[in-house]
């Protein structure tokens, strides 16, 4: 980072919008009118909009200890992305408001927008709008995403039916694992400065919590092979608080087998070093963005052809509830644990 510090201050409100939002160009035929203006103005041509807008805040949601101001502001447009794939559309538009103390310069910033161009520029959405205002301490990031989808074409959490396959993309836990180890590695030094961290070996882990793709390409799948879902969310606070939600959104149980949630290698031994179990991570731990959908039966031989994803179980009736096959063969509740494990 530069060593020269320029106050926000010394640009003023509207001097630092212009200042971060200079270099963003328009990607896409619906937005009419984009940053600059009292207001966008977005016309999807007859498709449905969707809309969706996360609040990120500094100490709750990231930790800037560990967090590289251009991987936040990358994922804080990925999380937003993510839950329009998982209404089965398309993202277009963003805003980006953010609330800032004096404590941030204004090349701090710059970093922070380069991650959202970056993100922007590779999901192919456009940035039309936000606000910036002064924050008492802290971080505060809100974003809004837009999208479009065909008429009649977006899937809810509440459409699942019995019998249907539960698929999830991806890989679980690794995120959570990732925040195991920083916030390890964070006590260590706050307890002895002198102590450089010790990430050796756990890329893997650190990039899922630190910088999250959104699955745009298993969208794609679905549309190239003809298969429309009939729920999906994204997994944001573990696997077992999200099929709990499919579930009691569409009336329905659901059965779930342990040798089928995808762990990777990685993963497994990060979990096996911090006396943890990864089937554990993967259910209860959050911030995989990866997605959960249901599909009919016969579209079965159909998602196998995607190595990137997994059939893990299937719907039942309600009055079977929602249980966990464990590998010894015995059932378990699921219960929502989900962001909780990061309470502790």
Aim: proline content about 3%.
């Amino acid at each position: 980072m530069s060593a020269n510090r320029t106050e926000i201050s010394s640009l003023g409100e509207f001097g630092l919008v212009d200042h971060l939002t200079r270099n963003f160009e328009l990607q896409n035929a619906s937005t009419i009118v984009g940053v600059g203006d009292d207001a966008a103005v977005v016309d999807h041509f007859g498709k449905q909009t969707v809309i969706t807008t996360d609040l990120l805040i500094e100490n709750v949601h990231f930790d800037l200890m560990y967090t590289p101001l251009k991987h936040l502001g990358y994922k804080s447009v990925i999380v937003n992305l993510s839950d329009v794939y998982a209404m089965n559309a398309q993202p277009t538009q963003i805003t980006m408001s953010i609330g800032v103390s004096n404590r941030f310069s204004v090349e701090a910033l710059d970093e922070f927008y380069e991650g959202v161009y970056a993100a922007c520029e590779k999901y192919g959405v456009d940035l039309v709008g936000g606000d910036t205002a002064s924050s008492g301490k802290g971080f505060i990031i809100s974003v809004t995403a837009l999208g479009e989808v065909a008429p009649g074409k977006f899937v809810k959490r509440s459409t699942a039916n019995k019998g249907d396959l539960i698929c999830v993309s991806g890989y679980l836990g690794g995120a959570f694992l990732g925040l195991t180890l920083l916030e390890r590695e964070k006590k260590i030094y706050l307890e002895s400065p002198e102590v450089q961290p010790d990430l050796e070996g756990e890329d893997y882990i650190v990039g899922r919590l630190l910088k999250p793709e959104a699955r745009k390409d298993i969208i794609a799948f679905l549309e190239e092979n003809d298969i429309v879902p009939t729920a999906m969310m994204d997994i944001s606070d573990g696997l077992s608080s999200e099929i709990l939600h499919i579930s009691k959104q569409s009336g329905l149980g659901c059965r779930i087998y342990e040798d089928k949630i995808p762990i990777a290698e990685e993963a497994k031994q990060a979990a096996f070093k911090f006396g943890l179990d990864p089937t554990v991570c993967a259910l209860n731990g959050g911030e995989d963005y990866e997605l959960i959908f249901t599909i009919k039966q016969e579209d079965h031989d159909k998602i196998v052809l995607n190595e990137q994803v997994s059939v893990i179980g299937y719907m039942t009736d309600s009055a079977d509830g929602s249980k966990l096959l464990s590998k010894g063969g015995n059932a378990f509740d699921i219960t929502a644990q989900g962001w909780n494990a990061f309470d502790k």
